[in-house]
Nanobody, 124 residues
């Protein structure tokens, strides 16, 4: 059974930092593209960042470039999202996802498994 278990998140003031982690089990982690998406109240799920199977390629939505960093450790079956210089508009539920389609997929439909989604709240 595939499981993606996220940790991290919480409440932070604008300008602060948070780190998310997503640990995978029940999968051969290194064959999956990993992504982070977020969903704010009343909005559609939005692509945030993705990293290729071996970590050689990354992609980000423009609004988080130079502030967020996605990374992965295939020896620990874990993907991370380091979030710096957080803004109130970053407030959302953040989901990690695993997909077999390769590359750095940016569309939810290209992912096969999803985590439960920790809340990130940035106060102004």
């Amino acid at each position: 059974q595939v499981q993606l278990v996220e940790s991290g998140g919480g409440l932070v003031q604008a300008g602060g930092s948070l780190s998310l982690a997503c640990a995978a089990s029940g999968v051969t982690f290194s064959i999956y593209t990993m992504g982070w998406f977020r969903e704010a109240p009343g909005k559609e799920r939005e692509f945030v960042a993705a990293i290729s199977r071996l970590g050689g390629r990354t992609a980000y939505v423009d609004s988080v470039k130079d502030r967020f960093t996605i990374s992965r450790d295939n020896t620990k079956n874990t993907v991370y999202l380091q979030m710096n210089s957080l803004k109130p508009e970053d407030t959302a539920v953040y989901y990690c996802a695993a997909g077999l389609r390769g590359g750095v997929a940016k569309v939810p439909a290209e992912y096969d498994y999803w985590g439960q989604g920790p809340q990130v709240t940035v106060s102004s």
